[in-house]
């Protein structure tokens, strides 16, 4: 085929041409081997994909020294079925803009450096920083993107190499809410039904899950559930494809989740629906709960959810009837004040209709990073350490140092989330961070303090394979590896524990992230405690010091997962098949052995709109970014189809602010302002805007949000902002609102 | 000249993610260019989305095929419509106007058309085509009727359209509510 090797980067191509014509050129990057390869000079490469949660399984094309493609896999989970940012996931690899060598800040700008001198930037500034303010005023920030490998070390590194209890990472944004809750009250964070049980169910809700943009590939156990007759319960502000084919789609005002579960509790309680064998033997709190949603009358939720009380009533006796069902939700209800409550309310609905531990019948939080689960489990987290093992637990504490070769007495005590770490570096407590996988100048709330507390530090360092948003500010940025150059596990939403596989050694100077990690402790002069060549000696370590832990892995072997597929934990021996359902003996991992019922007092969101910010503003996703975008920003397909952020508001509201379809609209919090093109949509609630997250400054979401956290969780309240909105005369940044595809004019 | 598997085309399980659209650039035969459409129906009121493929006619075969005045287009035993050969079309586009679908398209700077061949190195070999094989929600599924008829009840497969007088026969197939057994498209405009 006559395609030349043009590399056409995702930049060039803001307006998408109408299909039919010359549109052939515009769809973005080619892999840097060209488009043209020869297949007898191929390699394949088994792996995962680098985004969500889902971890699906693909080939890589490998030829030459580069990825060149994709293949689809026939995995067991997603049979050969990608996303479209798994299609393009391997253009990051051999991706022109990866970093290639170290960057060293010099009179104010970013200058190429080589590794000792980096380093030594690196270990200089930490020496100053601690010898200033302590171990503790040096903090380490991970990601949930790389391999569980990779978070272990992380964690190590931080307790043991820089000895200070500040390490947390990016869950922070993502899973917390929803850990607290399982944690609170099945005593274990982790999903209790694998993903497929959405197909044996007879009633399935969703509430704030966008599965078809932000899980696409789990939407087919919930077409398959529909095609059995499942009923389908959808709680959504906007009308997202699942919501659109709901037999009950309950668009509740953002932030209003805790009423509307203790609504349809009381509902159930009414009815009498409540599986009272099941709550007697295996629950406690029930009665407190029970007495707490009386006041809940459906008609008072649908006052503060703005949904009508007969749905909500409605709702509730479909699930409550049911034989199975399942709920899942994601970031949608997690994202708020109430995040943590809010999930606790679901799972209060779950006990009390007896639905948790049989297929069909249970309780699903979908996970949204690629290694979102097992990213939490290891020890990157401020409250953890291996094996999901608490501080609050002095044999874990015994355990771990036993295994890291440390005293005791010198392991750090628990840490706290960024959020109230970010507190300390405005404070001055706190005064160099080490970033790793993660790019919170997208990410965070409020942007503009984020800004101002990273450029007050005194050490900011960045390892990361792209020049993000974030790694512009640092005073160190270290060239580290892609998913695909190493090699490691990772655990999906069903804590399945997949293996990802090498395909290429990271280009030019860059390094693997676990080589960066050791050779800073080498030269704090803690080498020895990293003695690590290889990912599966850490491995090996991990298994070690999650043994016996809640998330044991002692029994997963590399080799067991090559052979047998992915394993869900725990796995406790080498002959444990695994766990892919929980609970199934209705026995949890709670002190007394039965799942715990949580009152849950409904708080008002963070900000409320009043006069001046009339309109509420919810952000989120879009299927053709991953997270902060700094990967899929950069991959031509998908850039081409999003290279913007835009703003959805209801035809009613644009009316009355007098804004046009694809007019430029001014959006303003108290914390920030933007311009961004409108999308005039009946989709989202007259009262609501919502907004993608994916991109920076100017454009981006979060510089809209408030820094209002979870009191529980510490996640950002993302999805309940308020903002006032107007029609501007200044040009939206350039973009088309995608994704829209144009009819072909003929 | 029928196709022993086929794509079925869904518009009740699409999700717009544009997988197929993705996908359909990363076929070996021809790289970098999508041949897939992906409408959606009205953004202003909906998240409904439509994906269209190559329909590979087969009665009356292949419109695009009959309107090339230079016979590039192949169609081959086993009823697949191929792209236009770059070594013959001339670029006039009679294709891409011929089409009642609208699925060929036009190069404008290579002066050449392409459309979907169904991957055929892929599908002649017993793989499924790259759109079908990733599509998340099976919106593209690859198989046969009795597979799809067996797995969606309250669903008929239709692989017959009405365009106002012209009924057309089709390689692949519609997946739609049960009460269908042809689809008609009336006629509109002068």
């Known amino acids: 085929m006559s395609t030349s090797r043009r590399r056409r980067l995702a930049l060039n191509t803001r307006y998408p041409t109408p299909p039919g014509v010359a549109d052939l050129h515009s769809a973005g990057a080619e892999a840097t081997g060209g488009w043209e390869t020869d297949k007898a000079d191929e390699r394949w490469v088994s792996t995962h994909c680098a985004f969500c949660g889902v971890q699906c399984g693909m080939h890589l094309r490998v030829a030459a020294g580069e990825v060149v493609g994709v293949e689809p896999r026939m995995d067991t989970h997603n049979k050969g079925k990608l996303c479209p940012k798994g299609v393009a996931a391997y253009q990051q690899i051999s991706h022109p803009e990866r970093l290639t060598h170290p960057l060293v800040r010099d009179g104010g700008v970013l200058r190429r450096a080589s590794w000792d001198e980096a380093l030594d930037r690196v270990v200089d500034g930490i020496r100053k920083v601690q010898a200033a303010g302590g171990a503790d005023a040096m903090a380490t920030y991970g990601g949930a993107s790389m391999v569980t490998e990779k978070t272990y070390l992380l964690g190590k590194f931080a307790r043991v190499a820089l000895g200070t209890r500040f390490t947390d990472y990016n869950g922070r944004m993502c899973m917390v809410s929803a850990g607290a809750a399982n944690y609170r009250a099945f005593g274990i964070d982790r999903t209790a039904n694998p993903v497929t049980d959405v197909a044996q169910a007879d009633v399935l809700m ?55 579960l203790n609504a349809m509790l009381h509902v159930v309680i009414r009815e009498g629906l409540v599986d009272e064998s099941f709550v007697a033997d295996h629950t406690t709190g029930f009665e407190a709960v029970a007495e707490s949603v009386q006041a809940w009358t459906p008609e008072r939720a649908a006052e503060v959810c703005g949904v009508p009380a007969a749905d909500i009533v409605r709702a509730a ?13 994601a970031r949608g209800m997690e994202h708020q004040v109430m995040g943590s409550r809010n999930a606790m309310a679901a799972i209060n609905l779950c006990l009390a209709t007896g639905n948790i531990g049989r297929p069909g019948a249970g309780y699903g939080t979908i996970t949204g990073q690629g290694n979102g689960q097992g990213g939490r489990e290891h020890g990157q987290k401020c409250d953890q350490l291996p094996g999901m093992r608490h501080f609050t637990d002095p ?56 800004r101002r507390i990273l450029e007050g530090l005194d050490l900011y360092v960045v390892i990361d394979i792209f020049l993000s948003e974030s790694a512009l500010l640092a005073d160190v940025v270290l060239p580290g590896s892609a998913w695909a150059e190493s090699e490691g596990v990772v655990a999906n939403s069903d804590a399945l524990v ?41 491995f090996d370590e991990l298994r070690r010091a999650s043994a016996g832990g809640r998330a044991d892995y002692a029994g997963i072997t590399y080799e067991r997962i090559e052979a047998e597929g992915p394993i869900a934990w725990p796995c406790p021996t080498e002959d444990h ?53 700094n990967q899929t920003r950069r991959l031509g397909y998908l850039s081409d189809q999003t290279p913007a952020p835009w703003v959805e508001i209801h035809p009613d509201t644009a009316a009355a602010h007098g804004i046009g379809d694809r007019a430029p609209v001014r959006v303003t919090s108290r914390w920030g302002t933007t311009v961004l093109p409108a999308l005039v949509v009946k989709t989202v ?62 | 000249m029928t196709m022993e598997r086929s794509i079925f085309v869904d518009p009740s399980r699409c999700i ?30 909906s998240t409904e989305a439509l994906p269209t493929v190559c329909m590979h006619c087969v009665d009356p075969v292949a419109p695009c095929a009959q309107v090339c005045p230079v016979d590039a287009i192949l169609v081959s035993d086993d009823g697949v419509v191929h792209s236009p050969d770059p070594s013959r079309c001339i670029g006039c586009q009679n294709c891409v106007h011929g089409c009642p679908w609208g699925v060929p398209k036009f190069d404008v700077e290579e002066q050449l058309a392409y459309k979907c061949n169904l991957c055929y190195d892929r599908t002649s070999v017993g793989l499924g085509p790259m759109c079908a094989t990733v599509c998340p929600s099976d919106a593209l599924y690859y198989g046969t009727a009795d597979e799809v008829r067996a797995a969606r009840p309250r669903r008929e497969v239709v692989d017959v359209f009405r365009f106002g007088a012209q009924e057309l ?22």
């Open chain 1, 206 to 260: 969703v509430l704030g899950a966008n599965v078809p943009e932000t899980f696409p590939i789990y939407i087919r156990w919930f077409w398959e559930a529909m095609d059995r007759g499942a009923t389908m319960i959808c709680v959504d502000p906007r009308e997202t494809a699942l919501a659109r084919v709901a037999q009950i789609h309950l668009p509740i005002r953002p932030g209003t989740d805790g009423a509307l």
């Open chain 1, 317 to 329: 006796e479909i699930y409550g009837r049911a034989d199975k069902a399942m709920v899942s939700h």
């Open chain 1, 395 to 450: 044999g874990a504490i015994e355990h771990v140092a036993a295994v890291w070769g440390i005293d005791p007495a010198d392991m750090p005590g628990p840490g706290e989330p960024i959020f109230k770490q970010l507190e300390r570096m405005e404070a001055g407590e706190i005064r160099g961070l080490i970033n790793i996988c993660s790019n919170p100048m997208v990410s965070w709330p409020d942007q503009a303090r984020v």
């Open chain 1, 498 to 538: 997949c293996k990802i596989n090498k395909a290429l050694d990271p280009p030019g100077e860059a390094k693997p992230d676990m080589w960066i990690l050791n050779e800073i402790a080498q030269r704090l002069g803690k080498g020895e405690h990293f003695p690590h060549q290889t990912p599966r000696q850490v």
């Open chain 1, 577 to 629: 098949p695994g766990t892919p359902r929980m609970f199934e003996d209705l026995r949890f991992y709670t002190d007394d052995g039965k799942a715990h019922f949580n009152v849950i007092e409904v708080e008002p969101p963070a900000e409320e709109p009043d006069d001046e910010y009339p309109i509420r503003l919810t952000t989120g996703r879009n299927v053709a970014q991953y997270l902060s975008g």
């Open chain 1, 685 to 746: 609630r007259p009262d609501t805007v919502f907004i993608p997250y994916h991109w920076g400054q100017p454009v981006a979401a979060n510089q809209l949000t408030k820094a209002a956290f979870d009191p529980i969780s510490w996640i950002p309240a993302f999805k309940t902002a308020a903002v006032r909105i107007e029609a501007s005369d200044e040009p939206a940044w350039p973009v088309t609102p995608p994704p829209v595809w144009e009819a072909p004019t003929r």
């Open chain 2, 16 to 45: 717009a993610c544009g997988a197929c659209v993705a996908a359909c650039r990363e076929c070996d035969s021809h790289r970098g260019k999508s041949m897939m459409n992906l409408d959606f129906l009205d953004r202003g009121s």
């Open chain 2, 169 to 190: 026969q089709s390689g692949n197939w519609m997946v739609v509510p049960e009460e269908f057994s042809v689809l008609t498209f009336p006629l509109v405009g002068p």
